[in-house]
């Protein structure tokens, strides 16, 4: 009996990696996110071009997360919620490297606005980028911890940074009419909010996959999951 | 020795229904772009209500994509080729399910622009949504056919849908300093081209997908791949 629970415990250890690894990665993502604001709060283009070089390191992380996952997949051979939680990491890690393109896409719109005087205080940006950052943490939070109560709050949670995001646009439209100078800027921002709510959209999807991941069920796209039942 | 044959024939026919099932999904993601198009050249919010209707489908042929990919992985324990491919297929379902969330938002500004006169004539619109969907549809077939010649092929051809992009942003800008009344309408326009330009990203990370999944090689990331050989 000595070797079983000696390879058992390399196979939680290559669990327990697996979770740092995605973790890592979510760490890494939101720091983007949190730094492409502050760059566009402090007009740093120097921060800006920071957050687009970082992208590198978030995709190669993205290829470290897949070979870990396919090696336990091929040499593992998991089933129930292990095979479920290791599948939920390979693709949430998807959703992980498109949020890092959304924070270098900002990056990219802050370097441009920073080559233009300043156009006004950006009172809803920050704090949608803020509620945005809160609940991608959670929802990796809720993942490590194999939390689906904690993922299942977070599922409407995006409704409000929809609201916010449909605030910034009615504003920057005010602008763009107010006066043609205010036309090419707002248009930045309006793609900098667009990105925010597409990461809202990235975390509210990692929030569903914890869902399935815990207990099983795959509560995405919503009233699909009865039918799903009946044919599992 | 009966068994074994039997065992493998109900193996490769389940293969055979996971390409059939991801080419079905791809096939009604492709439709929808081209519908979503066609409802801006034909001003049909009908259509385009169509369109959004239509990604209820969509989401339920991911579920049923994720259910089969994941019965696989606990029953046959796949290794080598068919690991990856089942893997590779629940991860391009994924960028699927996303591209379907994009012809949906094209459809809801059609429906926004319907509400207003004509702007003027979309040249490079459809131009783009073709291009789109072309790279799209040979990702796809990539794929089945494991062809990772065809596949290395598409990688850099969104650079030319990327200036497609570019030439019609700077054609809106000018529509918009022109006259403040194009403003609300432009910016709608830009965000089809925005949502056509996440698409050709899609096919790209597709198309990268199916390299990785017939030789085994992660060439996602460029210049990472030869760290990620050396970790073997």
Redesign the interface.
């Known amino acids: 009996m000595q070797p079983r629970p000696h390879t058992d415990r390399e196979y939680e250890g290559e669990l327990l990696r697996l979770r740092e690894q995605i973790l890592l990665m979510g760490a890494e993502v939101e720091a983007m996110i949190a730094e492409s604001i502050r760059s566009l709060l402090e007009r740093s283009s120097d921060m800006a071009r920071a957050v687009i070089a970082r992208d ?1 390191r978030v ?2 992380l ?3 997360n ?2 870990l ?2 090696s336990l ?2 040499r593992r ?1 998991p ?2 919620s292990d ?2 939680f290791i ?1 939920t990491v ?2 949430i890690a ?2 992980l490297e498109r949020v890092g ?1 959304q924070a270098v896409n900002i990056a990219e719109r802050v370097i441009e606005l920073n080559a233009e005087p300043p156009l006004k205080a950006y009172v809803d940006l920050p704090h949608m980028a803020g509620e945005t950052q809160a609940m991608l943490r959670e929802a990796l939070d809720a993942l490590v911890s194999s939390d689906d109560i904690r993922a299942k709050g977070l599922i409407n949670r995006d409704d409000h940074i929809d609201a916010l995001y449909d605030r910034v646009n009615r504003v920057l ?1 005010t602008y ?2 107010e006066d ?1 100078k205010n ?2 800027r707002a ?1 930045r921002l ?2 900098i909010a ?1 990105n925010l709510e597409r990461i809202s ?1 990235h975390a509210t999807n990692i929030a569903e996959m914890v869902v399935f991941y815990v207990n099983g069920t ?1 509560i ?2 919503g009233r ?1 999951q009865d ?2 039942n009946e ?2």
């Open positions: 590198e995709d190669r993205e290829l470290q897949d070979a996952c396919l997949l091929a051979q089933v129930a095979l479920r599948t390979l693709r998807r959703d393109d439209l763009m009419m043609p036309i090419f248009t309006q793609s667009h959209d795959d995405r796209h699909m039918e799903q044919q599992g």
